[in-house]
């Protein structure tokens, strides 16, 4: 069964440390990985995606990286302010028949940013 | 460019009553996702349109159903609701390839009492 654990599942930080988040999946055959950021009452929101080849990818502040061999990804946040406050969720896509893919969702990293 | 419009935001239904969300992806994606999310289960999968053909489908009831137009927006139908359907349901839409990424709407926050 396709599964996506994260960790923690919540977190606090003061405003300007760094923190990192982990994404473990067992999902096959693999296509790719992303790591959505989600506002409360809002919809999720692409932060980067990663196929098997590609070891980091950067958007801003944020830096995701991937091993396809231990199936692990952390996304790592970097001078971390307020508005950085949300759910971090890592979805991991698998290769299915046809172009078809299907999704496996974790439940998401809780990040609370405090002065 | 327009995102993913979905509506309404927000719905209050009492038990046994029906319910229709609508989304409307954007403009050129043929591919529409539903999500129910819900705080202790994260996102769930509940089916993906194609072109007007449901392409997949999740472990959900037959309560829910749902279907897509030649426009390519789409509809989720929610009968007999239960208070466990409360939940934010989210739609997402995507060019339709593997590889695509997903553009998620704001969600519907459904209320069941």
């Known amino acids: 069964k396709n599964q996506v654990e994260q960790s923690p599942q919540s977190l606090i930080i003061l405003e300007g440390k760094n923190c990192t988040l982990q994404?473990?999946?067992?999902?096959?055959?693999?296509?790719?990985l992303r790591w959505y950021k989600q506002d409360t009452g809002r919809g999720p929101v692409s932060l980067t995606i990663?196929?098997?080849?590609?070891n980091t990818k950067s958007n801003g502040r944020y830096t995701a990286t991937l091993d396809a061999d231990t199936k692990q990804s952390s996304l790592h946040i970097t001078a971390s302010q307020l508005s950085d406050s949300a759910s971090y969720i890592c979805v991991v896509s698998a290769r299915d028949t046809g172009t078809a893919s299907k999704l496996t969702f974790g439940t998401g990293t809780r990040l609370q940013v405090t002065l | 460019k327009a995102g993913v419009t979905q509506t309404p935001r927000y719905l209050i239904k009492t038990r046994g009553q029906q319910v229709t969300l609508s989304c409307s992806p954007i403009?050129?994606?043929?591919?529409v996702s539903w999500y129910q999310q819900t705080p202790g289960q994260g996102l769930q999968f509940l089916f993906e349109?194609?072109?007007?053909?449901?392409?997949n489908k999740g472990n959900f009831p037959g309560r829910f159903s749902g279907r897509q137009f030649s426009n390519s927006r789409s509809e989720m139908n929610v009968s007999t609701l239960e208070l466990g359907d409360s939940a934010l349901y989210l739609c997402?839409?995507?060019?339709?390839?593997?590889?695509?990424?997903?553009?998620f709407g704001q969600g519907t926050r459904l209320t069941v009492v």
């Open positions: 994404c473990n999946y067992t999902v096959s055959p693999f296509s790719n």
């Open positions: 403009s050129g994606h043929r591919s």
């Open positions: 990663m196929t098997f080849s590609e």
């Open positions: 997402a839409s995507s060019l339709g390839a593997s590889s695509a990424e997903a553009f």
């Open positions: 349109y194609f072109s007007e053909t449901q392409r």
